[in-house]
């Protein structure tokens, strides 16, 4: 299993957020009730929920 730092986790975290506001945004702009904006308003949920499964090193 591979680890990372709490500052690294930070910046993930951070970052994983910040694409997913962008892909919610790109599905409105693009319109909600399409399948391309449904398809980036999944994909941008998952982006910005995906590091909070993932455990940062205590040590």
């Known amino acids: 299993m591979s680890t ?9 975290d951070r970052l994983t957020k910040l ?3 962008a892909l919610l945004a ?3 702009e693009t319109g909600i009730a399409t399948a391309p904006g449904l398809a ?3 994909a941008g949920v998952l982006l910005g ?3 909070a499964i ?3 090193a205590t040590s």
């Open 26 to 28: 790109g599905a409105l």
């Open 4 to 12: 990372v730092s709490t500052r690294q986790y930070r910046w993930l």
């Open 40 to 42: 980036l308003a999944l």
């Open 49 to 51: 929920g995906c590091t």
């Open 54 to 56: 993932c455990t940062e």
């Open 19 to 21: 694409g997913g506001v």
